[in-house]
């Protein structure tokens, strides 16, 4: 199979350098309209794809990001691993702004998003109990290291609703009683949709803050955020012009089951399938539903 590398490109990266024949695409998807056009190209051979999660100009909210159409969308397009960069706010001391943290844990605590592609007529469960490809992330954490970045490999993300900061309350019990290690508003229900499509996700979270549980640096001060960002989106493209190289072009079957995620998951009786759920799902789980 062709490796197609996905980005999924978080505040501040809205755009990615020297692809070859890049073109920006309309991508239909019957879970509504992705967040924008969808860049594609080449990258030292390797096919990519590459989606600003807030739409170029930043015009989604996290709560208003069509997660759906955006994890569909790249399905269709053929991507095979995809790569999730964001911002975050820190809990831990040592995790900096400007260091990148490779998640591998979430905690979900957004209430008003549609989470899964699968419903009434056509029910599924999968496993997102290792909710990151560990091949992904190691090929994410190497190359984010050869730009110089301290990264940090492994830590829990707390998802949250926003689009407000935490209160003090929230972030220590986050932290001290949750064991949480970064904060944002946009990996879920990302990551779970990118299972259920079989695809391959790894999470890098890029600090900004220490969100306001640091008596040093206290509230959030979004200033001071959108100057971290900056460098940050820098790093992080330098850290995808790395990924080709170590990815390669064609792509054996992931060691760790992402994309064999729906072997077992499927409930529905196949005489009891929706048959427009069944066209609907046709690129997220074609494969089991033999599409």
């Not at 390797?46 to 969308?73: E, T």
């Not at 999470?203 to 969100?211: G, K, Q, R």
């Not at 054996?252 to 005489?271: E, S, V, Y």
Request: proline share 5%; hydrophobic share 40%.
């Amino acid at each position: 199979m062709e490796t197609m590398i996905g980005v999924i490109g978080g505040s501040g990266v809205y755009q990615m350098d020297g692809l070859e024949g890049a073109e920006w695409v309309d991508v239909a998807s019957p879970f509504g309209t992705p967040s924008d056009q969808i860049l594609t190209g080449r990258l030292d051979g390797v096919a990519m794809a590459f989606l600003p999660r807030h739409g170029r100009g930043h015009v989604h909210s996290p709560g208003s990001v069509p997660y759906r159409a955006n994890i569909d969308a790249l399905k269709r397009l053929g991507v095979t691993d995809v790569i999730s960069v964001s911002a975050c706010g820190s809990f831990r001391e040592e995790m900096a702004p400007g260091d990148f943290v490779v998640v591998d844990q979430f905690i979900d605590r957004t209430f008003a998003r549609e989470k899964s592609f699968f419903g009434e007529g056509l029910v599924a469960h999968v496993s997102v109990a290792h909710p990151t490809c560990p091949r992904l992330s190691e090929a994410c954490a190497t190359a984010a290291r050869a730009t110089g970045t301290t990264v940090h490999e492994g830590g829990t993300y707390l998802a949250m609703e926003g689009p407000q900061f935490s209160s003090l309350a929230e972030s220590k019990l986050y932290r001290e009683v949750w064991h949480c290690d970064v904060i944002g508003m946009t990996n879920m229900p990302e990551a779970k949709l990118a299972r259920e499509a079989e695809l391959c996700y790894a999470s890098i979270a890029m600090v900004t803050d220490y969100d306001s549980w640091h008596p040093q640096h206290g509230a959030v001060d979004i200033a001071d955020i959108i100057a971290t960002l900056s460098g940050n989106a820098e790093k992080a493209r330098s850290m995808l012009a790395q990924l080709p190289g170590l990815l390669g072009g064609t792509r054996a079957p992931c060691p760790h089951g992402c994309d064999r995620a729906l072997d077992n998951a499927m409930l529905t009786a196949p005489d009891k399938r929706d048959p427009a759920m069944v066209e609907k799902l046709s690129a997220v789980a074609g494969r089991v539903l033999g599409g």
